[in-house]
């Protein structure tokens, strides 16, 4: 796809992810190749886990097999499902303190009375990879180097493989986590677009939405987002990753309705996805000092 402006792109366009998260995973195997050949340690990702949920479980395997897949060593950690926020904390903490061990990750979700966001401050910045400790979002808002939460930095990154000018579009965020609304908004901020951030309580969110050059749905509300919530030759990324009753994914967008209208369209599975993983690995790498 050539550059385009305003956000714009050729009609009906789905915007994959595969080649990208592909392209991401061999620049990373270079890098850390050239850094064995160098003589630099082996970069290691330890995966904290406290679930029996089976879909998590799945996901932080397909973490493991990527990340062999470039060179890096990934540890699960597997906590079980009765694991204390104590426990879950002090390990945080001994990964933090390993010098073997270069990038941290938490996986949701966590066991009933446990926070994700009190205790992803006892991750190491240097090492978080996920961009998941408040201070890393606070430096990621102040325009400070920090790791962005790798799904944020995906959507930027698929934007830009596929030419969407950024600078001075109107960029709409539906959804206001601090795993993907909060800090993609700020990226967005920093490439020069104008952010509107909607969420539950928005009223009449079509009429925001539909003001979009660039609209980005991250709610985790299966068809949130249908025609009538897109600007024709919007570009639209679906974030959301919902189950279906067959055992399959499906987005917040309504794919099927929206692709006609939109100019491009993330799918779901095989858009934002792929690169999040891609992007976690590239993360590990850097935080390896292999950059």
């Not at 990038?103 to 926070?115: D, F, K, N, R, Y």
């Not at 606070?138 to 180097?145: D, V, Y």
């Not at 001075?168 to 959804?175: K, L, T």
């Not at 967008?253 to 934002?272: M, N, Q, W």
């Amino acid at each position: 796809m050539t550059e385009h402006t305003s956000g714009t792109a050729p009609a009906g366009v789905e915007l994959r992810g595969r080649e990208l998260a592909a392209a991401i995973r061999a620049e990373t195997a270079e890098r850390v190749s050239a850094g064995r050949r160098s003589g630099r340690p082996r970069p290691r990702l330890a995966v904290v886990v406290a679930t029996a949920d089976e879909a998590t479980l799945w996901y932080v395997r397909s973490i493991a097999k990527a990340a062999e897949g470039v060179g890096i060593a990934c540890d699960l950690v597997d906590l079980g499902p009765a694991a204390r926020p104590q426990e879950i904390r002090a390990t945080l903490e001994r990964l933090g303190a390993d010098p073997d061990v270069h990038g941290v990750m938490l996986q949701t979700p966590l066991p009933e009375g446990a926070s994700a966001q009190e205790l992803a401050a006892a991750i190491d910045p240097a090492k978080d990879v996920d961009g998941a400790n408040p201070l890393s979002l606070g430096r990621l808002a102040a325009g400070l180097a920090a790791f962005a939460p790798a799904t944020a930095a995906a959507v930027l990154a698929l934007l830009d493989r596929h030419g969407v000018e950024l600078r001075g579009a109107r960029a709409v965020v539906v959804g206001r986590s601090t795993v993907v609304g909060k800090p993609l908004a700020h990226l967005l901020l920093d490439r020069h677009c104008t952010v509107t951030v909607c969420h539950s309580r928005t009223r009449d969110l079509a009429a925001v939405t539909s003001t979009a050059e660039v609209l980005v749905a991250a709610v985790g509300r299966a068809g949130l987002i249908g025609a009538e919530h897109v600007a024709p030759g919007a570009v639209v990324i679906d974030v959301g990753t919902n189950p279906t009753p067959d055992g399959g994914l499906t987005g917040d967008v309504d794919f099927d309705a929206v692709i006609g209208r939109a100019a491009a369209l993330t799918p779901v599975p095989g858009g934002v996805g792929p690169v999040t993983t891609a992007i976690l690995l590239r993360h590990t790498a850097q935080a390896a000092g292999l950059t």
